[in-house]
């Protein structure tokens, strides 16, 4: 850290940064690491007011964001971060688990409910198939948002009918117009399951089965395709594509839902009609969830602040802002999204619950 940089975080008054002074009551700051444009805005504020409201004491936060995964989880494997709260995908919380890295999360407090019972029972399910020897995975992390894998476009150069497939990702007429998700498993999974269409089409084999297929063979499979597709991409992105497709500068993004949402809601405002379509090979349905690395020094807050962000007006802020879908299911998030417009009405009762 150079002599400016010090100063700068010696210095500041405010109670939100991404330093931390080493003399500074580790008791007193949560250290968080989150996707980037993954909370709403004032909330993280607003959880250190409630904090001092339900505890007396006061917090810190110390907030700082990766791109992808592995980023995230090389850190915590390597000790050389102490972060209090961390918010994986599903595949990783796994890995974190089996490599004993992740603390259980404290669901007592003593003046204020737990609102972590709130997470939709369907996606309690979900999150417990992680589960490993001696862990059940939805006590060491709880899911926060959740969305597919799909395909956002541009519907003045690409018809619905190309999107509707992962083959227009192979189109040549599309080469220098696609981006793709630096993400090594959605890459993988995109590859292997356009692979197996016809098995899938047939019910001979699952998406499940097929992005936790990592034999060499199916390695070599996705290897191929991926290699056919590459000279179509115009780039590797982990944010910034939504802005490029509502610029018009891409016409076809593999991304994930919310992102989907907010480039289609920034588009349209500067009269660029985008689209979202999940292929219908089939797509990864995937889960972020919160946890409590191993080497966290503050579990007490970090506890409270997962907790927090379960709480049904908190969480209606973060999808209102960031496009994807909470996995908190109550009245309240039922109400609020409900489509008075939409004359068919699916039936929720797997996520909700039969009330």
Request: a negative charge; charged letters at 25%; hydrophobic letters at 40%.
């Amino acid at each position: 850290m150079n002599k400016l940089l010090i100063t700068l975080c010696l210095a500041a008054s405010f109670m939100l940064s991404g330093c931390y002074n080493s003399g500074e009551p580790r008791e007193k700051v949560l250290k968080n690491y989150n996707w980037a444009d993954y909370i709403g805005d004032g909330v993280l504020e607003d959880f250190q007011a409630y904090y001092k409201e339900q505890t007396g004491e006061d917090i810190r936060i110390v907030y700082q964001t990766f791109d992808i995964n592995e980023i995230m989880l090389t850190k915590i494997e390597k000790g050389h971060e102490d972060f209090d709260v961390v918010c994986p995908s599903e595949y990783i919380i796994e890995r974190m688990l089996k490599k004993d890295l992740l603390l259980p999360i404290d669901t007592v407090f003593p003046h204020s409910p737990d609102y972590m019972n709130d997470v939709s029972p369907y996606i309690r399910e979900q999150i417990d198939k992680l589960s490993q020897p001696g862990r059940v995975a939805s006590h060491y992390a709880v899911c926060y948002m959740w969305g597919t894998a799909g395909i956002l476009y541009n519907k003045a150069f690409v018809p619905d009918a190309d999107a509707e497939s992962w083959s227009c990702l192979w189109d040549r007429k599309y080469a220098g117009k696609i981006l793709m998700k630096d993400s090594y498993r959605d890459s993988y999974g995109t590859a292997i399951i356009y692979a197996h269409a016809k098995e899938l089409e047939d019910g001979t084999v699952t998406v499940e089965q097929l992005m936790n297929d990592n034999s060499p063979e199916a390695i070599a499979i996705a290897e191929e395709l991926l290699k056919k597709m590459k000279p179509n991409i115009a780039g590797w992105e982990a944010d910034f594509g939504k802005e490029m497709m509502t610029k018009g500068k891409a016409w076809l993004n593999f991304t994930w839902s919310g992102d989907a949402v907010w480039a289609m809601d920034e588009a349209e405002a500067v009269g660029v009609e985008l689209d979202y379509e999940v292929p219908r090979e089939g797509s990864n349905i995937w889960y972020d969830g919160w946890a409590i690395p191993k080497y966290a020094r503050n579990v007490k807050a970090a506890s409270y602040f997962i907790d927090y962000l379960c709480r049904p007006d908190v969480a209606l802020r973060n999808m209102d802002a960031i496009g994807y879908v909470s996995a908190i299911a109550t009245p309240e998030i039922m109400e609020a999204k409900i489509d008075s417009t939409i004359e068919t009405v699916s039936d929720l009762s797997y996520f909700f619950g039969p009330g």
